[in-house]
């Protein structure tokens, strides 16, 4: 298989998969086998609406980072052509998917995996037909590729509303709590350690789909003082939170001593800690939350 690679030069790649049907045919029946969406709040003033991810499949792979897309930026080095030929997703899960490509007459099903927060071409599949034979092809074989993508940061959650927002009170530090909920806290017996708002919050969350991150103020009076979860990045297993906070600057605004954000669950990859830090807006740490186990 090395001496047909080394012949075919600066051919396209395309021709190494007819060149494998030949050398290797092995059926596919033997073998296995989504830009970070950034939410806003769309009211005029900074309130904050919490609503619950688009559970559609399309939905997690464009917030995943898309395995189409992914598939499109390779295609020259697997021997496809963006402009002609039809790309399309199959299936996508937690941790793999399949994109389907139809090039010149035949269909291959390109297989993904998650590395992290971005998706890696693991195999080619050349399906087989009256006038194909099948082919497994993996993408080490192409030396162009690059199986292993560098770290990025990915922006699950953002809301410029409190971009405004300022602590003028320099004499008044307030008291403030961060946590993250993978289940009901009245299921878990933590109502206690979890502020009202949120486990109220909580009950309208599907955890198998789901989970919370919240911020609280506390010893504050209601007039005017405010807490925001304003940015959520992830940047492989680690997660950084934005944290803004206000004093009081105008008479008669009520208080916001909660917040909360709902993300996908499957940003979640236990095979590492998990480890989630809230930070203020100059990039200070408030907090560190480190996440075990499933």
Request: glycine share 8%; net charge positive.
């Amino acid at each position: 298989m090395k001496r047909i690679i080394r012949k075919l030069g600066n051919q396209r790649y395309k021709k190494l998969l007819a060149a494998v049907a030949g050398a290797a045919v092995i059926s596919s029946a033997m073998m296995p086998g989504l830009p970070a969406a950034q939410a806003k709040s769309s009211a005029d003033t900074p309130r904050q609406e919490h609503k619950s991810e688009d559970r559609r499949d399309d939905a997690r792979a464009i917030r995943l980072g898309d395995p189409v897309r992914k598939v499109k930026e390779n295609a020259a080095t697997f021997g496809f052509n963006v402009s002609r030929d039809q790309f399309s997703l199959l299936s996508i899960s937690r941790d793999s998917a399949t994109v389907q490509v139809r090039s010149s007459g035949r269909t291959y099903k390109v297989d993904l995996k998650r590395g992290g927060h971005d998706w890696i071409i693991t195999t080619i599949r050349g399906i087989g037909d009256s006038n194909h034979a099948a082919t497994y092809v993996p993408a080490s074989m192409f030396p162009d590729y690059t199986l292993s993508p560098a770290a990025s940061q990915l922006i699950l959650y953002q809301n410029t509303n409190f971009d405004n927002w300022q602590w003028l009170d320099s004499t008044y530090t307030p008291g403030t709590a961060f946590g993250v909920l993978l289940v009901n806290p009245r299921l878990a017996g933590t109502t206690a350690e979890v502020p009202a708002a949120v486990t109220a919050q909580a009950d309208s969350v599907d955890f198998n789909r789901q989970f919370l991150l919240y911020g609280s103020l506390r010893g504050v009076s209601g007039d005017g003082y405010g807490i925001a979860l304003s940015k959520v990045v992830q940047t492989g297993n680690d997660f950084t939170v934005t944290v803004r906070t206000k004093s009081p600057q105008s008479a008669g605004t009520a208080s916001q001593t909660d917040s909360w954000v709902l993300l996908d669950r499957s940003f979640l990859n236990f095979s590492d800690p998990v480890v989630i830090t809230f930070v203020n807006p100059a990039g200070a740490v408030l907090s560190t939350l480190t996440l075990t186990g499933r």
